[in-house]
């Protein structure tokens, strides 16, 4: 079974741009996470989708908007890019949102770089 | 709401001495606890996860921890550790009535030959 797959592995933007990263979940898997990583901060959770819904948001400015579509595939949208958003962003997902249990599967992440 | 606290940011061990990686955290509710392992350029990995039942919880490649409520802790140990255990760990909380999992800010451990 294929696992969390990022992509692009790498992205480096200009200050102002806006950057959509994307992530395909496990197969069978519907709920999808996404979090910033940064030195310091550790994990951030920026919010979580289940069967194109949001369920859940963290406490990011609305720069950063996420969507997810009928196959569990998600999206990852910043705009307006700041320095301080320079950081490994990760991807992951499990098969049942409700069932604690049901461990999160993290992708490899994208690293984006703001210049 | 719920937080983690990791107070090592690292942890430098010789290889085969004992180690052991802090976590406490805090919430009004019952939690679920976790311990989610990343080695360099990689995502996270669940190492051990703490539900319900045996304080004391184990993974496969030698690593436990005991949840201890009365001390909100649940701390991270290995009596033997490999080089190939140098990578950052992350403790995380999970409230009985969300599904939202809270991070720490991880402890790096970096094992010396």
């Known amino acids: 079974k294929a696992g969390v797959t990022q992509t692009p592995r790498y992205l480096i933007k200009t200050r102002g741009q806006q950057v959509t990263l994307s992530c395909s979940p496990i197969s069978g898997h519907r709920s999808v996470s996404w979090y910033q990583q940064t030195p310091g901060q550790g994990l951030q959770f920026l919010f979580e989708y289940f069967s194109e819904t949001q369920r859940n948001k963290g406490n990011f400015p609305g720069r950063f908007s996420g969507r997810q579509f009928s196959n569990s595939r998600s999206e990852m949208n910043v705009s307006t890019l700041e320095l301080g958003d320079s950081a490994l962003y990760l991807c992951?997902?499990?098969?049942?949102?409700?069932?604690?249990?049901?461990?999160?599967?993290f992708g490899n992440g994208t690293r984006l770089t703001v210049t | 709401a719920q937080s983690v606290t990791q107070l090592d940011s690292q942890v430098p061990v010789f290889e085969e001495a004992p180690v052991e990686l802090r976590c406490n955290y805090s919430?009004?509710?019952?939690?679920?606890l976790f311990w989610y392992v990343q080695y360099p350029n990689q995502g996270l990995q669940l190492l051990l996860k703490y539900l319900s039942g045996s304080t004391l919880v184990k993974s496969i490649n030698g690593f436990e921890a005991e949840f201890n409520k009365s001390q909100t802790s649940f701390h991270l140990r290995k009596p033997s550790v490999h080089i190939s255990d140098t990578a950052e760990y992350f403790c995380?909380?999970?409230?009985?009535?969300?599904?939202?999992?809270?991070f720490g800010t991880g402890t790096r451990l970096q094992v010396f030959p």
């Open positions: 919430s009004s509710v019952s939690v679920y």
């Open positions: 995380a909380v999970n409230a009985y009535n969300t599904d939202k999992l809270i």
């Open positions: 992951a997902s499990r098969s049942l949102v409700d069932a604690i249990d049901s461990p999160l599967h």
